[in-house]
T-cell receptor, first 112, second 113 residues
């Protein structure tokens, strides 16, 4: 069975600082991994996805994530935070039927 | 590409009433998913259609819940005899036959009084 653990329900950074959101997964088969962002009262928007190609995945809005099989991790990073990055971020793993299993989310706050 | 749309965006109902939500997927997508999201949690899978066939249902989907996708296009999710515990955001997503990227709609927020 697949599962996702997001370490840290809240992360606070200053504008311009590095953003690091942590995600560890468990999967009995090679995983497909995703990061989604959710703004208040809105649906989810895909930031990036890993589907067994390059281990370093670049997404929208300057985000990227690195798949590390040995660490079962798929952490999300951005070199320089913007105020507009403040949102809820969800890591997800896909099963072989394509349904997504989500983590509990990390709320990112960005201070000026 | 108009994206995934959901109607209504908000629904307030009294306990015991029935409610129905609609999801219109991206037009060329043949897979459609329903998820439920409660406050402070990630979305949880409810059910999944490929064309008009409902292929998987979560244990979260009790007998009071039913979903349909009659012509393989839009889908409806009905909750009968609503309970306060049904209060949540109900999200719909769609994806194409190939690939694993799911596109989400804005959700329907249900409040059961």
């Amino acid at each position: 069975a697949q599962s996702v653990t997001q370490l840290g329900s809240h992360v606070s950074v200053s504008e311009g600082a590095l953003v690091l959101l942590r995600c560890n997964y468990s999967s009995s088969v090679p995983p497909y991994l995703f990061w989604y962002v959710q703004y208040p009262n809105q649906g989810l928007q895909l930031l990036l996805k890993y589907t067994s190609a390059a281990t370093l995945v670049k997404g929208i809005n300057g985000f990227e994530a690195e798949f590390k099989k040995s660490e079962t991790s798929f952490h999300l990073t951005k070199p320089s935070a913007h105020m507009s990055d403040a949102a809820e971020y969800f890591c997800a793993v896909s099963t072989n039927t394509d349904k997504l299993i989500f983590g509990t989310g990390t709320r990112l706050q960005v201070f000026p | 590409d108009t994206g995934v749309s959901q109607d209504p965006r908000h629904k307030i109902t009294k306990r015991g009433q029935n409610v129905t939500f609609r999801c219109d997927p991206i037009s060329e997508h043949n897979r459609l998913y329903w998820y439920r999201q409660t406050l402070g949690q990630g979305p949880e899978f409810l059910t999944y259609f490929q064309n008009e066939a409902q292929l998987e249902k979560s244990r979260l989907l009790s007998d009071r819940f039913s979903a349909e996708r009659p012509k393989g296009s839009f889908s409806t999710l009905e909750i009968q005899r609503t309970e306060q515990g049904d209060s949540a955001m109900y999200l719909c997503a769609s994806s194409a036959r190939t690939g694993y990227e799911q596109f989400f709609g804005p959700g329907t927020r249900l409040t059961v009084l």
